[in-house]
């Protein structure tokens, strides 16, 4: 009767200290997971890599304007369409984006900041000063009929997986950046319109 379970208990304990095959068991196991890790690594990387050259670019515009030195001839559509173009150099772009600049103008006696003008790339709806009055708590304390620039930038994000047959936008689903900028004037007193 021994012998009858002393070769199976022998088979059972020889199977448990065969290490043969653990490698690749383990291998199965833990590579999608690492590559799974990677993944998500990249993911975030790229998120923040955007968003960090979206705020850049953002900044960039504002200063362009605010260098703005031709006294004669005001602000058009065309240069606004040419940073919106230059916005989406500079951040990559290869999704919807649209930049809104707006000139403010600070009056002490109303103690309110009035819409002088409003322009945006990409036939986006401007600044009204409604608008305008709702953003009183983002722009700074200005300076006694002070002018200032307001640039409003927008885009949307979608993952570098996007592109890929399995991936249905579960993990970064619908996601845009959007910044605000207020930039002072370098040169001239007021920004004009064309």
């Known amino acids: 009767m021994m012998n009858l379970f002393a070769y199976p208990l022998r088979a059972i304990r020889q199977f448990l200290k065969n290490r043969d095959g653990g490698m690749s068991i383990e291998a199965a196991l833990v590579f999608p997971m690492l590559f799974f890790g990677i993944g998500i690594t ?10 960090t050259a979206n705020l850049k670019a953002t900044y960039t515009i504002g200063d362009l304007l605010s260098r703005w030195d031709d006294k004669e ?3 058009d559509q065309a240069y606004i369409d040419g940073l919106g173009d230059i916005f989406d150099y500079l951040t990559d772009d290869t999704d919807n984006s ?6 403010i103008k600070y009056d002490p006696d109303d103690d309110t900041n009035y819409l ?3 322009k945006s790339s990409d036939s986006h709806p401007v600044n009204t000063q409604i608008d305008i009055d709702n953003l009183a708590d983002q722009i700074p304390v200005l300076a006694d009929d002070d002018y200032v620039i307001i640039t409003e930038t927008f885009m949307d994000f979608s993952s ?3 592109d890929l047959p399995w991936y249905n936008g579960w993990f970064f689903d619908e996601i845009s950046f959007e910044n605000f900028a207020v ?4 040169f001239l007193p007021k920004l004009e319109e064309a």
């Open 160 to 162: 570098a997986f996007g």
């Open 183 to 186: 930039t002072s004037l370098r």
């Open 73 to 75: 001839n005001g602000v």
């Open 98 to 103: 649209w930049i809104r600049i707006s000139v």
């Open 42 to 51: 990249y993911m975030y990387y790229d998120a923040f890599r955007i968003r």
């Open 116 to 118: 002088q003008w409003s």
